[in-house]
């Protein structure tokens, strides 16, 4: 297959896009670099540095034709910014959303991957997550995901375009081959700043909360590990000449900060120092994905089972690049 991939710098895109260059595919790679990271790509990817603003350069590459499907990871990501800057994020992630998803039809793309969120499910009272659970996104972020959602769902009605919403929760891990890692600058995930605690590149992990209604009264989430993500894009791609589709993606198993903190020991050997803070605005005590239907779809299937693995897959990355990328040495 011949595939546009905005994002493929970043840390999911880029994870995706090894998956596909490993299985024989051709991938151009539409990004500004703003977030992602040249390093991070096959050597034989083409690289088009071009912000999704640029309609020109847009047009430009969709125009040479031939695409079997544009994989859309480009966005801005964190939800306590959005609650700053609505009108940003959803002019960036929504609009722009748009303008892609137009271009697409324009040029004839018949498939459309978009990466979503499990930030659309805001605070919900049930879990495990399903598909059929109440959409009520918590943030500007998680509204703009919908959002292209919904114009996903336009398009293919009255364009034929057929579309995957992939609604990842925790992606966590790196590829076990090492070739890709997350980076996010500021870091705010959980695991790479439990990973930078244990490893002495930070001095501690806050944790914020511990009177949430769970066991430990920590909050629960669904780690998911990017490679196996990465398989779910395939396996979606693969599903769509039979129709558009959404699916949740998880690991299916809840773990809660503690748990987190102690696989991060118990993998590196390291006691992190922990600190105990109020809690972060907007963080729902517990998000667990159901994966039921792509399971029964596709028969996709997370390999990374265990949190210990995942955790020791971010760790081997992390010692290889204390510095993450562009920093080396
Ligand atoms: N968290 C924490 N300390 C941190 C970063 C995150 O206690 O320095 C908690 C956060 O409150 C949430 C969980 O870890 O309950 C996962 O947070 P993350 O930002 O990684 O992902 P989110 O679930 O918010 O998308």
Same mark, same amino acid.
């Given at each position: 297959?011949?595939?546009?991939?905005?994002?493929?710098?970043?840390?999911?895109?880029?994870?995706?896009?090894?998956?596909?260059h490993d299985r024989g595919d051709e991938v151009v790679v539409?990004?500004?670099?703003?977030?992602?990271?040249?390093?991070?790509?096959?050597?034989?990817?083409?690289?088009?540095?071009?912000?999704?603003?640029?309609?020109?350069?847009?047009?430009?590459?969709?125009?040479?034709?031939?695409?079997?499907?544009?994989?859309?990871?480009?966005?801005?990501?964190?939800?306590?910014?959005?609650?700053?800057?609505?009108?940003?994020?959803?002019?960036?992630?929504?609009?722009?959303?748009? !303008? =892609?998803?137009? *271009?697409?039809?324009? &040029? +004839?793309?018949?498939?459309?991957? $978009?990466?979503?969120?499990? @930030?659309?499910?805001?605070?919900?009272?049930?879990?495990?997550?399903?598909?059929?659970?109440?959409?009520?996104?918590?943030?500007?972020?998680?509204?703009?995901?919908?959002?292209?959602?919904? !114009? =996903?769902?336009? *398009?293919?009605?009255? &364009? +034929?375009?057929?579309?995957?919403? $992939?609604?990842?929760?925790? @992606?966590?891990?790196?590829?076990?081959?090492?070739?890709?890692?997350?980076?996010?600058?500021?870091?705010?995930?959980?695991?790479?700043?439990?990973?930078?605690?244990?490893?002495?590149?930070?001095?501690?992990?806050?944790?914020?909360?511990?009177?949430?209604?769970?066991?430990?009264?920590?909050?629960?989430?669904?780690?998911?590990?990017?490679?196996?993500?990465?398989?779910?894009?395939?396996?979606?791609?693969?599903?769509?000449?039979?129709?558009?589709?959404?699916?949740?993606?998880?690991?299916?198993?809840?773990?809660?900060?503690?748990?987190?903190?102690?696989?991060?020991?118990?993998?590196?050997?390291?006691?992190?120092?922990?600190?105990?803070?109020?809690?972060?605005?907007?963080?729902?005590?517990?998000?667990?994905?159901?994966?039921?239907?792509?399971?029964?779809?596709?028969?996709?299937?997370?390999?990374?089972?265990?949190?210990?693995?995942?955790?020791?897959?971010?760790?081997?990355?992390?010692?290889?690049?204390?510095?993450?990328?562009?920093?080396?040495?």
């Amino acid at each position: 297959m011949k595939l546009l991939v905005t994002g493929g710098a970043g840390y999911v895109g880029s994870n995706v896009v090894w998956a596909l260059h490993d299985r024989g595919d051709e991938v151009v790679v539409y990004d500004n670099l703003r977030q992602g990271h040249r390093e991070v790509l096959p050597g034989s990817v083409r690289l088009v540095e071009a912000d999704l603003a640029d309609a020109a350069a847009l047009d430009a590459v969709l125009a040479e034709g031939g695409w079997d499907g544009v994989l859309h990871f480009a966005a801005l990501s964190l939800v306590g910014e959005s609650m700053q800057r609505p009108f940003f994020y959803l002019q960036e992630n929504a609009g722009l959303g748009f !303008a =892609l998803i137009d *271009a697409c039809v324009r &040029h +004839g793309v018949k498939r459309f991957i $978009l990466s979503s969120t499990a @930030a659309l499910f805001g605070n919900p009272d049930t879990t495990p997550i399903t598909e059929e659970t109440r959409i009520d996104p918590g943030s500007p972020y998680g509204e703009s995901k919908l959002m292209i959602e919904r !114009a =996903l769902h336009w *398009a293919d009605r009255i &364009h +034929g375009l057929r579309y995957a919403c $992939l609604r990842y929760f925790n @992606a966590a891990g790196a590829d076990a081959e090492g070739r890709s890692g997350e980076d996010h600058r500021p870091e705010t995930h959980l695991i790479p700043l439990v990973i930078d605690a244990a490893l002495g590149l930070r001095p501690e992990i806050v944790v914020f909360g511990s009177d949430y209604p769970t066991p430990d009264g920590t909050c629960i989430r669904d780690y998911v590990h990017v490679s196996d993500l990465a398989q779910a894009h395939l396996a979606a791609l693969g599903r769509l000449d039979e129709g558009s589709v959404t699916y949740n993606l998880g690991s299916g198993t809840g773990h809660s900060v503690l748990e987190v903190i102690r696989s991060v020991e118990r993998v590196s050997g390291v006691r992190v120092p922990m600190r105990i803070v109020e809690r972060r605005p907007g963080d729902p005590a517990i998000l667990v994905a159901s994966s039921a239907r792509i399971r029964a779809e596709t028969g996709w299937a997370p390999r990374y089972t265990e949190l210990d693995e995942i955790v020791s897959t971010a760790i081997n990355w992390r010692r290889a690049h204390p510095n993450g990328y562009g920093n080396e040495g």
